[in-house]
Structures are given as C-alpha cells and as structure tokens.
C-alpha cells in the first residue's frame, strides 16, 4: 500500500513459493523475491511529479512480509536528519509513529514536530513524500532532560528515546552527557538498549514514573543498576515451578529490562526452609 501517481499501491501475487511484484507500479508484476528473504525498490511517480524510490526487504516467514528498508536523508542548518517510514505505509510525516534520526548517531527517536539542532529547539515540519522538510524557532517553554550522567551500569547506553505523553516530541538522550533542551511537559522512557560487547539488553518504561520537565530546569533521572528480578513460581504437590517467562529485571527507576542477549545466563535460585532458613536446593534453568 505505497501511493503514486498510478495508484494506492503496487501490486503483489503469490507464484508458488515466490513472491510477484510489479516495482514500477504499472500494475503488471516484473520482480520475484524467491526463497526466505530479498530486497526489491518500488519506482513511481509521486505527487507533483517527483521521482518515488521506495525500497523494500522481505521476509517469507509464515508467509511474505515487508518493510522499509530505507532513509530519506538531507539537511537542515548543516546536520543531517534522516527520516524512517516505520509504519510502512509510504508516508514519511506520521508523526509519533515513523522516525528520525537527527544527527549522525544510528539511534532513532521517534518523529518529532520540536527537535534540537546544535543545542536549539524547532518546531519541524515534513510533507508526506520525505522530500521536503522545514524548521522555525521553538517558542514555548523548555528545561532541561538529562538520563545519561545518573545512568548507572558496567556497559555502554547505547539509546534512550523519551517521548512525550502527548505524542508530539520525541528524543534519544544516550548520547546528551549535560542533557538536552526539551519542551516542558511529561515524557517517558520509549525505549532504551545498553551494550557491553556482543551481551545487549533493551529498556522500556516498565514500572517507572512519567518524567517531569519544567519551565528553565534542570531534570535528571537515577536509573540502571542495581538490577533487581522479580519471579512468579508456582507450588503444587510438593514441585516448585518457576518459568523463564515468569522472570522480570527492574532497575533503580523501575525501568524495565528485555531480550537479553546470550539469553543462556540464568540467575540461580537458592530454595530455603522457610522456618529453618537452612538452604534446601539450588537451581538454574536448563541449557544456561
């Protein structure tokens, strides 16, 4: 369902195991994407007669899927912003759903109508192609926002996108040491990733707090370590059953944290007598 001038989208078949495409949306298919994945770009014409390239990777996992697989990128004041079609539906001016990358950082936040450019907030505009883009001076009020000097950890923050409670702003502040001017409002923890080599883990707001920031303030946020996990464990004809499912980690803030990878390292479990406390077995989940 990408639109062009020729319709509102191009057009697909199932050829056996393959998947037909018609990449220059003449309604006829031209291009097979065979076996578990592939790569296609869909060239048109867009409204006002511009070029549109629209590429495309694919996936046959219980049948075909697609999704964006590129930017469109330019620049504004001298830095780059890159914009990500994250909904995939063709329109690069979703705002609170596609995404941006404001800088040269490979960490996206979400699209944003304010962004910060060399310390300075603009009201930022898009038209739906990506092929036009606009700032004008921020007015409002704005503070401060500050998650990287309290974070605490033995590995590196690689994101931290925030957004606000009403969907209009967005920031990753990973990489913002002294913090980063943002309107003044609520926000929370979108989404986060730290790193130590090949071992990662993702954030999500979990149970923290909404984040206040106020009028010419500073707001910096405690998070990370010490990591705490929580179990649920089930007790039943003498057999205690905890599941890898049922295991959660929270961080200082209450914060989240997911999909950790290798995924092998079990915490281990020391079962005691609960009038004795004498220590009745230990254990960790199986293959760790």
């Not at 697609?66 to 504004?76: D, I, P, Q, R």
């Amino acid at each position: 369902p990408i639109t062009h001038l020729g319709g509102s989208g191009f057009r697909v078949e199932i050829d056996g195991t393959a998947l037909a495409v018609d990449t220059n949306g003449d309604g006829k298919v031209d291009t097979k994407a065979k076996g578990v994945a592939g790569f296609m770009t869909l060239k048109a014409k867009a409204e006002g007669g511009k070029s549109l390239d629209y590429s495309l990777r694919l996936v046959n996992s219980g049948g075909w899927k697609y999704a964006s697989s590129g930017v469109m990128a330019g620049k504004l004041r001298g830095t780059e912003i890159r914009l990500i079609d994250q909904d995939n539906n063709g329109s690069y001016n979703d705002f609170g759903k596609d995404a941006m990358i404001v800088g040269n950082g490979d960490s996206a936040a979400f699209l944003s109508k304010v962004i910060n450019i060399s310390g300075n907030l603009f009201n930022f505009d898009v038209n739906a192609q990506g092929t036009e883009m606009s700032i004008t001076p921020y007015t409002g009020e704005a503070g401060t926002l500050n998650l990287a000097n309290q974070f605490t950890t033995q590995g590196h923050l690689d994101s931290a996108v925030v957004t606000s409670t009403n969907g209009d702003w967005s920031f990753d502040l990973a990489d913002s040491k002294k913090g980063m001017l943002v309107p003044t409002g609520d926000y929370s923890i979108a989404f986060g990733r730290i790193s130590a080599g090949a071992e990662s883990a993702k954030v999500r707001a979990g149970r923290m707090k909404t984040i206040t920031v106020a009028s010419g303030a500073q707001t910096a946020v405690a998070w990370g370590g010490p990591i705490k996990a929580e179990v649920k464990w089930t007790h039943a004809n003498g057999e205690l059953t905890i599941a890898p499912t049922d295991l959660t980690f929270y961080g200082a803030a209450g914060e989240e944290y997911y999909n950790w990878i290798p995924d092998g390292q079990s915490p281990k479990f020391i079962v005691k007598d609960a009038k004795t406390g004498k220590e009745i077995l230990k254990a960790m989940f199986g293959g760790c």
